[in-house]
T-cell receptor
Framework: NAGVTQTPKFQVLKTGQSMTLQCAQD?????MSWYRQDPGMGLRLIHY???????DQGEVPNGYNVSRSTTEDFPLRLLSAAPSQTSVYFC????????????FGPGTRLLVL | AQTVTQSQPEMSVQEAETVTLSCTYD???????LFWYKQPPSRQMILVIR??????QNATENRFSVNFQKAAKSFSLKISDSQLGDAAMYFC?????????????FGAGTRLTVKP
């Protein structure tokens, strides 16, 4: 199993541009989530999904959209990037909502100029 | 909302010695989970150890152990016989045990340096 994969590893955007961060897992996990990591703040939950077709907001959802059309994929979309969205983004998955352990991807570093 | 505090931004330990990383949390819940994650320079988040709040016994995973003090809301990580590969950022995290509560809270992290 590849586990949780994320692409790209690094991206530079200009303010106002849009892009999609890709996340995929091959473990047949129902639950997937997106976090952002900022210096001195740990990780904060952006959006999560408990299964295909179901998504919900986390702690810091503004400026981000998600969809879950398949069990494997959970893309994160930035419709109009802002410098405040400069961060490292982590995707994570686990078998189900109540499972204790999450499996994290390697992260995507995003720089918005 | 629950908060997780790691009061040590940086820690240093000599190879083969023991180091303890501190974590405190604030919650009004009685049932929850606590985690320590390791983040090496590769940036991948790796689960080190987890603790269920209802268990009194401290969790242990090889050289890693925790000191869970529920009344004090403290959850420290002890690394014994430190190795160079232990150098990383360490994050403490909290998650409610409620089935409808997905909120996982992380501390700001502690950067551990291991000196040869």
């Amino acid at each position: 199993n590849a586990g949780v994969t994320q692409t790209p590893k690094f991206q530079v955007l200009k303010t106002g541009q849009s892009m999609t961060l890709q996340c995929a897992q091959d473990m047949n996990h129902e639950y997937m989530s997106w976090y952002r990591q900022d210096p001195g703040m740990g990780l904060r939950l952006i959006h999560y999904s408990v299964g295909a077709g179901i998504t919900d907001q986390g702690e810091v959802p503004n400026g981000y959209n998600v969809s879950r059309s398949t069990t494997e994929d959970f893309p994160l979309r930035l419709l109009s990037a802002a410098p405040s969205q400069t961060s490292v983004y982590f995707c994570a998955s686990k078998p189900g909502l109540v499972d204790k352990t999450q499996y994290f991807g390697p992260g995507t570093r995003l720089l918005v100029l | 909302a629950q908060t997780v505090t790691q009061s040590q931004p940086e820690m240093s330990v000599q190879e083969a010695e023991t180091v303890t990383l501190s974590c405190t949390y604030d919650t009004s819940e009685s049932d929850y989970y606590l985690f320590w994650y390791k983040q090496p320079p590769s940036r991948q988040m790796i689960l080190v150890i987890r603790q269920e709040a209802y268990k009194q016994q401290n969790a242990t995973e090889n050289r890693f152990s925790v000191n869970f003090q529920k009344a004090a809301k403290s959850f420290s990580l002890k690394i014994s016989d430190s190795q160079l590969g232990d150098a990383a950022m360490y994050f403490c995290a909290y998650r409610s045990a409620g089935h409808n509560n997905n909120d996982m809270r992380f501390g700001a992290g502690t950067r551990l340096t291991v000196k040869p």
